[in-house]
């Protein structure tokens, strides 16, 4: 979930940039392979990629299921969230956030409060990213997906070069790139200690790639045989990096420029940003740009998960792709009313830990759904019992490029693991 990263904006400095890239390299890559390996062997989407695979009388392809429930559940609250953005871009487009004629500054909270207690306003963005994604996965891969998606990312790097460039003529913006690049051990202290940070890296680097509920595995169905997945995962992590940390670049200066906190989640996207655009120069601009950007980002993860649910509907229920798209828009949209009304008409409604909807959706999916399946799917792709490690190795080294070595076997089956649930065991506690 490339748009709206999970960890606190407060320790996104030096340190947790290196341990980020470092957890990239050793748990993303690995486990993205797994996933790709799965969906290129076996052509298939998650349910029947594990049928095709699994030993005769296993049931690895229960799992499956869970990935298509998972992949429902992100839905249900990352199709709000993208439609903060679209709704942010057009506020920007209009002159929401212009001054008025007498000179005075818009209430930026306010905007995002008003949005907020606007179920109506926040139902037609959400309706918008549904039915525009369903519109593009309605093509196919080839002239759907595959061609929009190209197109967004030109775009999407084009627009964070300039904006990072931008940032960086900025005053006092010197002092942005310091903190956010130069490592120091006594912010990782002010972060609440370097395990924290440690922490919050490792949580950082596996969930932006959304593994474990097979978001990626569709993507291997249908990728060729030219290139090794290691090679296809370690570009897919590299431009997920780069898009990662030019956001900072982006951020940072402009936040220390303007003497603005740089606060977490959605206060640091829709309040403290939007303060920082209206006050500079052709801040209407580069405000636009900026949400056209996060537009971008968050709908290539809503088109992604889109067509693992068509594609799932397609295998196991025999349906074209027509019946697919137009079912699974109306279910999607139905779904991701409750988070819509969970900042309105249903406010008052809480579960475990006083969570929201939106809280208690996003904490279902990342610290429950995705450590639990990507270790389901290691221990397939590694384990005797599974689809074994041998035949994942031939897989995954199939085609020109990077080889995955034999020699990690150790490293899938004892370490990783441990990883993993290091993960999965934070985010409960």
Not at 237 to 259: E, R, W
Not at 262 to 280: N, Y
Not at 295 to 318: K, Y
Request: with cysteine; glycine share 10%; charged share 15%.
């Amino acid at each position: 979930m490339p748009a709206v990263g999970r960890a606190e904006f407060s320790t996104k400095h030096g340190i947790f940039v290196l341990f980020y890239i470092l957890f990239l390299i050793i748990m993303g890559v690995p486990v993205l392979t797994m996933e790709l390996a799965v969906g290129r062997a076996s052509r298939r989407s998650a349910v029947g990629g594990y049928k095709a695979l699994e030993p005769a009388g296993s049931r690895w392809h229960i799992h499956g299921w869970f990935c298509m429930a998972g992949c429902y559940l992100l839905m249900m609250y990352y199709t709000t969230v993208s439609g903060w953005m679209l709704d942010y871009f057009w506020k920007f487009l209009t002159g929401t956030f212009t001054p008025g004629s007498g000179g005075t500054m818009p209430d930026v909270s306010a905007v995002f409060t008003d949005m907020l207690k606007d179920p109506a306003e926040m139902t037609i963005f959400m309706g918008l990213t549904v039915v525009l994604g369903f519109l593009v996965v309605g093509g196919g891969v080839q002239k759907g997906l595959e061609r929009v998606t190209k197109v967004m990312m030109i775009a999407l790097l084009l627009l964070i070069i300039v904006l990072a460039i931008h940032s960086f003529t900025l005053p006092g913006a010197a002092e942005g790139l310091k903190f956010y690049l130069q490592p120091s051990l006594s912010r990782a202290q002010e972060s609440g200690g370097l395990g924290k940070v440690i922490t919050a890296a490792m949580n950082q680097s596996f969930f932006t790639l959304s593994l474990g509920v097979a978001a990626m595995e569709i993507f291997g169905s249908y990728m060729p045989k030219e290139h090794t997945l290691t090679s296809e995962a370690v570009n897919i992590c590299a431009l997920d990096t780069f898009v990662a940390i030019v956001s900072g670049l982006i951020i940072f200066p402009a936040c220390y420029s303007y003497n603005v906190k740089p606060d977490q989640g959605p206060s640091l996207i829709f309040i403290t940003l939007p303060k920082v655009f209206t006050g500079m120069a052709g801040g209407r601009f580069w405000g636009t740009l900026f949400f056209l950007f996060m537009t971008f980002a968050s709908f290539s993860t809503v088109t992604a998960v889109f067509e693992n649910l068509i594609a799932g509907c397609m295998d196991n229920l025999g349906w074209s792709r027509k019946k697919s798209v137009l079912v699974n828009l109306i279910a999607v949209f139905a779904l991701s009313l409750p988070c819509v009304f969970g900042y309105n008409i249903w406010s008052g409604f809480h579960t475990f830990g006083g969570r929201d909807v939106l809280d208690t959706e996003d904490f279902l999916v990342s610290n429950l759904a995705l450590p639990i399946g990507s270790l389901i799917f290691l221990l397939f792709c590694t384990t005797k019992k599974g689809w074994g490690f041998d035949a994942y190795l031939k897989e995954t080294n199939t085609g020109r490029g990077l080889k995955m070595s034999s020699k990690l076997l150790p490293y899938y089956r004892f370490v990783l693991p441990v990883l993993i649930l290091v993960i999965l065991i934070t985010g409960l506690i």
